[in-house]
């Protein structure tokens, strides 16, 4: 038994928030409430089975949950191997990810699926759900054999870096990905408005001598993917949304009542392009980081709900990719264990409420992806996140899980973190001050 005792309860799930106690039996939620500990803790000193987390002071939230991470292995494990993916999650408070299929061979076959699974049950902690490609190499041509995908494991589908370009390979791919009840996320970027471009186009791009890259890219293949998504009833969701115009399409898409989602992350809602100035490859990204304008329509979306959920785009990078001139610098940044502090800078702001952030963070995850979790409900997956909203520290290399340390982040003051993560009633992360 494991009693969360005194914390703030926030369960968006529920309509909780307040303070209480949560109680944990065999892997479920027990009870939750004022008191509902009472007359357990008795039975606590000197019992192995029975222990007490003092939370006064702390939020206890149903487990985080991102639909998007890239950890690199098959292929690329000096990066980010699944084990060291999975302890960066739980240290950043992280009870499921979502691994993206772009590793080295593409996971588009039953046996990289079952592979990483078998990974990740070696590993332990946090609940990995692969995502594999939609199509057999992620070339947009020939589809995936989702139904092996789904058996092995697979929640969803994406060629997540490429865009399926084929509007009547996309069509199939949503028609075959309905039929298994897999969500399909795409990377909305139209290849031939893109091609060569370095950043978001705009002033930053001129000032820099940079190639730049549209929002009618991104606009475009939403436009057409809604289209179809409407023509076959699929479940769609927009990954990594950036452009305001894509914003539009997708809160007029969902005011029809279209299976449509989408997810931000949490660089593009703290930057903009101008953190490019002065070439700084840890803020080159995909989708880029685009104007002020883009950014205050994604919060304004998140906090409205046209945006389900905040996705990190987990993408680590070793020095080799990153310490290099501007165009060979791979994108991406890593986003798991920043998260928490940073997202926590938009609550004190009033940018979303406690129970939106939890929100965006879990039960809309949860939900998107059919997962178990988001929630503290009696009976549900005892999959939580103790968070010290006040704990001031510094992110630096040596103070990561991951094996990367690329983010614009580093060496930055910032406060909140993660200081328990539970997974099935069994505690994967419990920090320990230095």
């Not at 057409?224 to 305001?244: F, K, P």
Request: proline residues 5%; aromatic residues 4%; glycine residues 10%.
């Amino acid at each position: 038994m494991l009693i969360v005792r005194g914390g703030r309860v926030i369960d968006p799930s529920s309509g909780v928030d307040e303070i209480a106690d949560v109680v944990i039996e065999a892997g479920r939620i027990a009870r939750v409430g004022r008191g509902a500990a009472a007359g357990l803790e008795a039975s606590a000193p000197g019992h192995p089975d029975v222990r007490v987390v003092e939370a006064a002071g702390r939020w206890v939230v149903p487990g985080f949950i991102d639909l998007h991470v890239h950890f690199r292995e098959p292929g690329q494990e000096y990066k980010e191997d699944i084990a060291s993916g999975l302890m960066a999650a739980s240290a950043g408070g992280y009870t499921a990810v979502c691994a993206m299929p772009n590793t080295k061979p593409i996971n588009d076959t039953r046996a990289i699926t079952e592979m990483m699974m078998a990974r990740a049950r070696e590993a332990g902690g946090p609940r990995l759900h692969p995502i594999a490609a939609a199509t057999m190499g992620s070339r947009g041509e020939q589809l995936t054999e989702m139904a092996d995908l789904r058996e092995a494991g697979a929640i969803g589908v994406s060629d997540d870096g490429r865009c399926v370009m084929n509007a009547l390979v996309m069509r199939r791919a949503l028609e075959y990905a309905r039929n298994f009840d897999l969500f399909f996320s795409q990377h909305c970027e139209d290849h031939h408005l893109t091609a060569g471009a370095q950043m978001h186009e705009g002033e930053i791009a001129t000032r820099l001598g940079l190639q730049g890259w549209p929002r009618a890219a991104e606009d475009i293949i939403v436009a057409r993917d809604l289209i179809l998504a409407e023509l076959t009833g699929a479940r769609y969701h927009v990954a990594h949304i950036s452009s305001l115009g894509a914003i539009r399409l997708v809160r007029e898409a969902k005011s029809r009542g279209l299976a449509v989602t989408a997810e931000v992350t949490p660089h593009h809602l703290l930057l903009t392009d101008e953190a490019l100035l002065g070439y700084d490859t840890s803020c080159k990204v995909n989708p880029p980081l685009r104007e002020e304008a883009d950014r205050q329509a994604l919060r304004e979306a998140l906090r409205d709900g046209t945006i389900d959920c905040i996705a990190t785009d987990h993408a680590p990078h070793s020095a080799l990719e990153k310490d290099c001139e501007f165009a060979a610098a791979a994108p991406g940044l890593i986003g798991l264990e920043p998260a928490v502090p940073l997202l926590l800078e938009l609550v004190r702001d009033g940018v979303l409420s406690p129970s939106r952030w939890v929100e965006a963070m879990s039960t809309a995850p949860a939900r998107i992806g059919g997962l178990a979790g988001g929630s503290l409900a009696q009976g549900a997956a005892a999959d939580l996140t103790v968070i010290d909203p006040d704990a001031d520290w510094t992110l630096t290399a040596t103070s990561l899980s991951s094996r990367s340390s690329n983010t614009p982040f580093l060496s930055r003051e910032v406060r909140g973190r993660a200081v328990m993560t539970v997974v099935g009633g069994e505690v994967v992360y419990e920090h320990q001050p230095s």
